[in-house]
């Protein structure tokens, strides 16, 4: 059973970046389909970025695509998920998730394993 453990958020301006990692415990990074979420208050828990087990070109949400890039480093047994260019709408709580199925999923309820969150603000 892999453990997730997400870090890097904070509080940041608009026009900012930040890099969000997500270190990987008891299983590896490229044995799993990860994905980032995020989840504003009063709203739904969405999927921004997903790279699948089996390979391929990731999948971005469209308000994030060629903003944010995912990433997975299989020798530190890490996801990241670089921000850039971030907007205060991108304010959320973030949330790392690995699902051992080989498709590109984008459902939170298709995920098996979860971090505890990582909060991500930005100011105007």
């Known amino acids: 059973q892999v453990q997730l453990v997400e870090s890097g958020g904070g509080l940041v301006q608009a026009g900012g970046s930040l890099r969000l990692s997500c270190a990987a415990s008891?299983?590896?990074?490229?044995?799993?389909?990860m994905g980032w979420f995020r989840q504003a208050p009063g709203k739904e828990r969405e999927c921004v970025a997903v790279?699948?087990?089996?390979?391929?070109?990731?999948y971005y949400l469209g308000s994030v695509k060629g903003r944010f890039t995912i990433a997975r480093d299989g020798a530190k047994n890490t996801m990241y998920l670089q921000m850039n260019s971030l907007r205060p709408e991108d304010t959320a709580v973030y949330y790392c998730?690995?699902?051992?199925?080989?498709?590109?999923?984008?459902?939170?309820?298709?995920?098996?394993?979860w971090g505890q969150g990582t909060q991500v603000t930005v100011s105007s």
């Open positions: 998730a690995a699902d051992s199925g080989w498709g590109t999923f984008f459902s939170p309820g298709e995920y098996d394993y």
């Open positions: 008891g299983g590896t990074v490229s044995s799993y389909t």
């Open positions: 790279i699948s087990r089996s390979g391929g070109s990731p």
